[in-house]
């Protein structure tokens, strides 16, 4: 199935919001000890790559104008 380069760019803007509500308020040692939360920031950046990866292949000349893409 094609899917949308807007879709994939949504996707990474939620997993981001996401990241910044889950460690709001947290020092780097909160996060450090926080087991669950690191697991959740982490799968919220994994949905970024992936969807960063999909966009790469579905529309390369989108993803140049990501700076270190």
């Given at each position: ?49 992936e ?12 993803a140049?104008?990501?700076p270190?893409?």
């Amino acid at each position: 199935m094609r899917h949308d380069p807007q879709a994939y760019l949504w996707d990474v803007r939620t997993a981001a919001d996401r990241i910044a509500a889950f460690v709001r308020g947290m020092t780097l040692d909160d996060f450090q000890r926080d087991v669950l939360v690191q697991s959740a920031v982490e799968r919220q950046l994994e949905i970024v790559g992936e969807a960063l990866n999909q966009l790469d292949k579905l529309a390369p000349s989108i993803a140049r104008a990501i700076p270190d893409l």
